[in-house]
């Protein structure tokens, strides 16, 4: 639902363009008939937004995903947030929210072509659509004064890497956001790209973001030598740094899940005394060895060109950022999600006149990555690949094997000497074949259209390669489809 609620003095806001910007982004934890005490907390999260200081004016939320929660966030906001957008996107919804001060000319919805699997029912990534949630957001009168929001959830981690068997899936994610912030740079606008990106910083998925759509994470534009993972991780001990405490992996870290202070990430007996109403306190100055950044907001300056020298001048810059959305229920006691908000300020250079500059279309310089990433990235996709085609055959062989299961017991009918008989063999029939279909439609259907997004990434990933190549003076072969 894309809502415009306008008034006199709202239309008069774009008139006047912003000095500053405010951005929070949160992960709300929505999930209907399983995230516990969820109208509670999403009724004081939007308490919370709508009281915050300074007031946030872009707001990304996460796992939104009823459309009862949305219009009570609205309503909550909509004083200082008047314009919105529920995204709609999957079989039960993407669970994305875009909220602005401004108005939204345009917005769009795109799924990532790779997102999970169907038959991981009970992770629920590929029912829910994931995607990108797009604003265009008209700040002010100028071509300057527009703002590309590019508001995303990616593919879970459920094993760690390089175990994870989704890891190939998160990581053409990260590719396909990368290359829609960097189209929206190249137009010369604000960009800003904000959710919980599943990953943790100078990952994978974290390089390619930064490096192919050149948006720079705030956290580590402030904090260039914060955590890279979780203090228990290896490639956190590696870096012979001190265990955090849980104060320390919020205000330098930017730690927003699995915090010590997050009440659903707690034990057994903390979460218990909590169920019974008491007041549980945690020491800030406690050992943290869990908690690390999921939640990015990642910016590119709608950098403008000097018409005298034709030398870029950075429009926007990061004033300050910090985790947000720590406080608790005040009655509950809990926290408002398993996630805390990551927040940040950008101020604006209006000090050089438009007449002397311009922002129109421009190419970015290129950028790569070293070339063993890029091989990494094609290693990932033959692995995967081959899993899959191998899942094929099963699943296809399953059908064959269901589908002669059925024929069995239908030519079996005819010769049991007892009804009971008869039906138990009917009933294993209908079973057989519904379980095969079941599996041939995913090993046939959803298996094949999986695999072609494999060599769409793939060729991607070998054009830039082979680009990057001949950018250092080496020779590759050419691509081809």
Same mark, same amino acid.
């Given at each position: 639902m894309h809502e415009r609620l306008e008034s006199p003095s709202m239309i008069d806001e774009t008139s006047r363009p912003p000095s500053s910007l405010r951005i929070l982004s949160l992960n709300c934890w929505g999930l209907k008939y399983i995230a516990k005490l969820r109208n509670e907390r999403l009724t004081e999260i939007a308490n919370q937004i709508a009281a915050a200081d300074p007031p946030p004016e872009i707001v990304g939320l996460q796992e939104c995903w009823t459309q009862q929660d949305y219009d009570v966030i609205r309503e909550k906001t909509k004083h200082f947030l008047p314009y919105g957008k529920f995204y709609f996107s999957g079989i039960f919804g993407g669970g994305l929210v875009i909220l602005s001060k401004w108005p939204i000319e345009e917005s769009s919805m795109t799924q990532y072509p790779l997102n999970g699997r169907p038959a991981a029912f009970y992770r629920g990534d590929w029912f829910v659509g994931k995607g990108v949630a797009y604003a265009r957001i008209r700040m002010g009168p100028t071509r300057r004064d527009i703002a590309e929001v590019f508001c995303t959830h990616l593919h879970a981690p459920y094993e760690t890497e390089p175990h994870d068997s989704y890891i190939c899936h998160r990581t053409a994610q990260a590719w396909e956001i990368a290359k829609l912030m960097r189209g929206a740079a190249e137009r010369g606008h604000l960009v800003i790209g904000l959710g919980d990106f599943n990953m943790t910083p100078m990952s994978l998925a974290h390089r390619i973001i930064e490096t192919h759509s050149r948006a720079r =994470?705030?956290?580590?534009?402030?904090?260039?030598?914060?955590?890279?993972?979780?203090?228990? =991780?290896?490639?956190?001990?590696?870096?012979?740094?001190?265990?955090?405490?849980?104060?320390?992996?919020?205000?330098?870290?930017?730690?927003?899940?699995?915090?010590? %202070?997050?009440?659903?990430?707690?034990?057994?007996?903390?979460?218990?005394?909590? *169920?019974?109403g008491e007041n549980?306190?945690?020491?800030?100055?406690? =050992?943290?060895?869990?908690?690390?950044?999921?939640d990015y907001i990642f910016f590119s300056s709608g950098s403008h060109h000097d018409a005298t020298n034709g030398r870029p001048s950075a429009e926007w810059t990061l004033q300050e950022a910090n985790v947000g959305m720590t406080a608790r229920h005040p009655t509950l006691y809990c926290s408002l999600s398993d996630h805390f908000s990551v927040e940040a300020t950008l101020?604006?250079?209006? =000090?050089?006149?438009?007449?002397?500059?311009?922002?129109?279309?421009?190419?970015l310089p290129e950028a790569y990555l070293p070339i063993a990433i890029y091989d990494e990235i094609l290693a990932t996709i033959s692995k995967y690949d081959a899993r899959e085609r191998i899942q094929r055959r099963l699943r296809l062989g399953h059908f064959g094997y269901q589908f002669f299961l059925t024929v069995g017991c239908l030519i079996g009918v005819w010769w049991v000497p007892h009804n009971y008989?008869?039906?138990? %063999?009917?009933?294993?029939?209908s079973l057989s074949l519904s379980v095969g279909v079941i599996d041939g439609l995913?090993?046939?259907?959803?298996?094949?259209?999986?695999?072609? *997004?494999?060599?769409?990434?793939?060729?991607?990933?070998?054009n830039t390669k082979e680009r990057a190549l001949a950018r250092a003076g080496k020779e590759g072969p050419p691509a081809t489809s």
């Open positions: =994470d705030i956290w580590r534009v402030l904090y260039p030598n914060s955590s890279i993972g979780a203090a228990k =991780d290896k490639v956190e001990q590696m870096r012979n740094v001190p265990m955090p405490n849980a104060e320390y992996n919020l205000t330098k870290n930017g730690a927003t899940c699995d915090s010590a %202070l997050n009440t659903w990430r707690w034990n057994k007996a903390h979460s218990q005394r909590l *169920a019974k549980v306190q945690i020491d800030p100055t406690v =050992d943290d060895p869990n908690a690390k950044r999921l101020v604006r250079n209006l =000090d050089e006149p438009l007449s002397t500059t311009s922002n129109g279309p421009y190419a008989v008869a039906f138990i %063999l009917m009933l294993i029939s995913m090993g046939g259907l959803f298996v094949s259209s999986e695999l072609r *997004a494999l060599k769409e990434f793939e060729w991607e990933v070998r």
